[in-house]
């Protein structure tokens, strides 16, 4: 019996058989690290944003917390100098304050809901700042009018009017541009530094506006 010289040339040698085993073995680890990798990356993705989200107890969320509620008394101030000024200009200036501070609101109501963090905290108001203890007065923030200051306000009417808002408006800022300032120097989240300058910036710039009314008022 022959055997055909045809056939014995198709098949493999070992040493062929070998070297194809070769070839496919770092195929298939290529694929494995691939999907070992986008497994990975994956899981990298979803658990960042909980590794570096502001904690309930975070300078980043008393900031937020605490700047809403300063905000949202100068909104109320805001409104009632748009709707009840005598001068036009402080009309003006009242209205913008009261939309600006309420649009600032909202982005940090969505920060807080995006952290997973209720508005009120675990901690006390200001405990967020490097000196929590001489940051509140009589249980107000810095710069907040008193409760005895908001009624004048809202019963005053002309001139009064117009001088209150003014002189309580220019201390609010005040007051708000020191928060701003302290969450600057000791938060290194971008999304709160980028708001906390903005409110530094818009303020400064009204107190600017305020100060030359009141000159305009020939008052102090």
Do not use: C
Not at 132 to 158: I, N, Y
């Amino acid at each position: 019996m022959t055997v055909s010289t045809d056939a014995a040339a198709a098949a493999p040698s070992s040493d062929e058989t070998t070297a194809a085993h070769r070839r496919r073995f770092p195929t298939g680890w290529a694929t494995a690290a691939l999907v070992v990798g986008l497994i990975l990356g994956l899981a990298a993705g979803l658990l960042a944003p909980l590794l570096t989200r502001p904690g309930d107890d975070s300078v980043e969320a008393g900031f937020v917390r605490d700047m809403s509620t300063h905000h949202a008394q100068a909104v109320e101030m805001g409104m009632l100098a748009y709707a009840r000024a005598g001068d036009p200009n402080v009309r003006t200036l009242g209205g913008d304050i009261a939309l600006t501070q309420h649009g600032q609101i909202g982005i940090m109501s969505a920060w807080l809901r995006e952290w997973h963090l209720s508005p009120t905290g675990s901690q006390p108001r200001m405990a967020w700042m490097s000196a929590p203890a001489e940051s509140v007065r009589d249980g107000l923030m810095p710069g907040m009018a008193t409760p005895t200051e908001m009624e004048q306000l809202r019963t005053s009417t002309g001139r009064d009017e117009d001088l209150l808002f003014l002189k309580l408006m220019r201390q609010h800022h005040l007051g708000g541009i020191h928060m701003a300032q302290e969450a600057m120097r000791r938060s290194d989240n971008d999304d709160v530094r980028w708001i906390a300058q903005t409110m530094i910036n818009s303020q400064q710039n009204e107190i600017t506006a305020i100060q030359q009314l009141l000159t305009r008022f020939g008052a102090s």
